[in-house]
């Protein structure tokens, strides 16, 4: 799973599994201050948030998910268990 989600930090992210859903959740808030004369006081708010939840299959190793966060990319690796992934065609020889 890639989410692109630039100007945030990674200390900003929440990744968790509760029930066999993923939760991916980012939260930042910024306030900003700027004087314009001895009169007058500017600030500036900014606030963004986002949560988005993913059912995952039996097939999933839950306790392997990886998290990386790169250049504005939030990346996830959800590894399948051995057993799911599919096995090679293999000929069978008749005899």
């Known amino acids: 799973v890639e989410m692109a989600v630039p100007g945030m930090k ?23 201050e700027h004087e314009s004369n001895e009169n007058c006081i500017r600030r500036e708010f900014s606030y963004s948030a986002f949560r988005r939840s993913f059912d995952l299959p039996n097939t999933v190793e839950s306790e392997k998910i990886e998290a990386s966060y790169l250049d504005g990319i939030l990346k996830l690796i959800i590894p399948k268990r051995e057993e799911a992934r599919q096995k090679p065609v293999r000929t069978i020889q008749i005899s």
């Open 10 to 32: 990674k200390e900003d992210f929440k990744v968790e599994i509760d029930n066999g859903s993923l939760i991916i959740q980012a939260e930042k808030n910024f306030e900003q």
